[in-house]
């Protein structure tokens, strides 16, 4: 394959949802298609720690996150599709957000029963703001769950984008009998083998008992209703995000796969350019090396202590042993570890092109947001800062330990393991966190890497907000209820209770302009 069809054969995605949708089993049969594994069970494995062993590991173990199934790369059709992982429950944490920031589309598993949950809305809001393509899987049809149609209104109303049903179920739980799928103008069986072809009058061409049945009529009916009154379908759309195709399945029996699939790898994109931070665009299909990394992860091998960067290939290829200078400092160096993630193991890569996600083996030089090049002079933008959640007060156990214990939070901060804040005129520092997780890794590193124990206490707080107009700020507006901190860049923030004290500040304090970030 030559340079160009190897970037075009790249899909790069993330699936968003919210825990127990059912992402580690669509994953799985996803890899299960690919070939890339040949028996259900290997990514939910993982979350039993096969690998761990550190210390780092055993807060992972007991949180039951997988960190060595980050990023998975599987075949299909002569594609190379890579799966980027995005944590839930607890170890929901700003990483979550930024895997995001390094896929080309995004898939949004959603439980039929279920509808739209917190995680997978605040998920869809990051992939909208990207303005990225976002496929929808509708999962456990096998199970009763809403009706298609009070599903696909609920996804209209309240993710504010259009959809179009690739496939339609037919009946749900005891009475699922199938797919209709649109463009094979088929119906494929749950239980049986062969697909029923229908007509352009959306008769079969071959009759079949299951013409008689009232969840196969009610489903074809609702169908010439989605083809007749439903959004129309329209590649740009769907390439800005703005129209969702919809499948229905049941991930478990792997069922909606193929469907899903073929599909996705005719509409996902492949590869896009990039944004310089001088307002430069790099085509994925730019010679010359470059690439961003969005994560870092400690501790993957415990006996060197050092840390994974996972860095998004946005333009050229990769080679083992290739000089690149990191643009943040200008330092060059021969990059000669670094890994490809496979389903089921992690190889020493050789090669690999824009699109792919890539493992350096770091022992603290890297940090979030950092671009790296063969030899072009360029940065790529920042990754945006995510408004955090939860606040905690936080201080060194020994105070005899503070070189130690700010030298630990600038590190951490920097690898965007954590935010920080502090309180203005007692500089009281604050950390800032959008999952629980976060605090515990935090507090876990700090005592092994920086040899710290550090103190932390919640401070009541769950809302943040920025300030467009700082000049208008007294100190009088800082109280309990909205105390005033500086963020890491010095900017002024409130930090509120609830709902509740936000809008009673808002309404004494109507000349303030607050926002959020992300
Ligand atoms: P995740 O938290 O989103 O990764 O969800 P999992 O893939 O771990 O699935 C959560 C639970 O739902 C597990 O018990 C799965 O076996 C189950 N599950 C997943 N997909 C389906 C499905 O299509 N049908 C049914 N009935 N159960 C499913």
């Known amino acids: 394959m030559g340079f160009k069809e190897e970037i075009e054969k790249r899909k790069t995605f993330a699936i968003i949802s919210h ?53 998975m790369q599987f075949d299909f059709d002569g594609y190379k599709i890579n799966i980027l992982d995005t944590p839930g429950h607890e170890d ?45 899987f509708i999962n456990k049809l096998d199970r009763m769950g809403k009706e298609p149609f009070e599903l696909l209104e609920e996804i209209e109303e309240t993710l504010d984008i259009e959809t179009y049903p690739m496939t339609w179920p037919v009946g749900m739980g005891p009475s699922f009998f199938g797919v209709i799928n649109r463009r094979k103008r088929e119906i494929n069986p749950y239980r049986e083998d062969e697909p029923l072809k229908f007509n352009e009058f959306y008769e079969l061409e071959t009759p079949h008992k299951i013409e008689e049945d009232v969840a196969y009529q009610t489903a074809m009916e609702e169908f010439m209703l989605v083809e007749e009154a439903g959004d129309q379908f329209d ?32 509409f996902a994109p492949s590869p896009k350019a990039n944004e310089t931070k001088n307002g430069g665009i790099v085509e994925p299909t730019d010679k010359e090396f470059s690439g961003f990394i969005f994560k870092i992860q400690a501790n993957m091998d415990p006996r060197h202590r050092d840390r994974i960067a996972f860095m998004r290939i946005v333009s050229g290829e990769f080679e083992r042993g290739m000089d690149l200078t990191l643009q943040r400092t200008g330092k060059k160096s021969k990059i000669s570890r670094a890994t490809m993630f496979m389903a089921d193991s992690t190889k020493t890569l050789d090669h690999a092109y824009a699109g792919d996600i890539i493992g350096l083996y770091d022992t603290g030089t890297y940090q979030i947001g950092d671009t790296l090049t063969s030899s072009k002079h360029i940065e790529y933008v920042d990754l945006p800062q995510f408004t955090p959640e939860l606040f905690v007060k936080v201080s060194a156990k020994n105070v005899m330990k503070q070189k130690h214990f700010y030298k630990g939070i600038e590190q951490l901060v920097q690898e965007g393991a954590i935010q920080y804040y502090k309180t203005i005129h007692t500089n009281q520092p604050i950390l800032g966190a959008v999952g629980q997780l976060q605090f515990e890794v935090f507090e876990h590193r700090m005592k092994n890497e920086y040899n710290t124990d550090v103190i932390m206490e919640p401070i009541g707080k769950k809302i943040a907000r920025w300030i467009e107009n700082e000049d208008v700020i007294t100190d009088a507006m800082s109280t309990t209820r909205s105390t005033l901190v500086d963020d890491r860049y010095g900017n002024k923030v409130f930090l509120f209770e609830n709902e509740f004290a936000l809008r009673w500040f808002q309404d004494k304090y109507p000349v303030v302009k607050l926002y959020s970030l992300l």
Do not use: C, H
């Open 92 to 136: 929901f944490s700003e990483d979550t957000y930024r895997t995001l920031m390094a896929v080309d589309s995004a898939v949004m598993v959603i439980d039929a029963a279920e509808g739209i949950e917190p995680q997978t809305l605040k998920l869809f809001k990051v992939a909208k703001m990207r303005g990225i393509p976002v496929f929808t």
């Open 19 to 71: 825990p127990d949708a059912g992402k580690t089993t669509l994953t799985e049969n996803l890899l299960l298609f690919g070939g890339a594994i040949r028996e259900a069970g290997v990514v939910k494995g993982r979350k039993t720690g096969k690998f761990a062993t550190s210390d780092w590991m055993k807060v992972e173990q007991e949180r039951g996150i997988s960190v060595t199934s980050s990023v």
């Open 235 to 266: 590649e740009e759309k769907i390439a800005r995000g703005d129209l969702t195709p919809v499948f229905f399945g049941s991930a478990l029996a792997s069922f909606g796969i193929a469907e899903f699939l073929d599909t996705f790898v005719d």
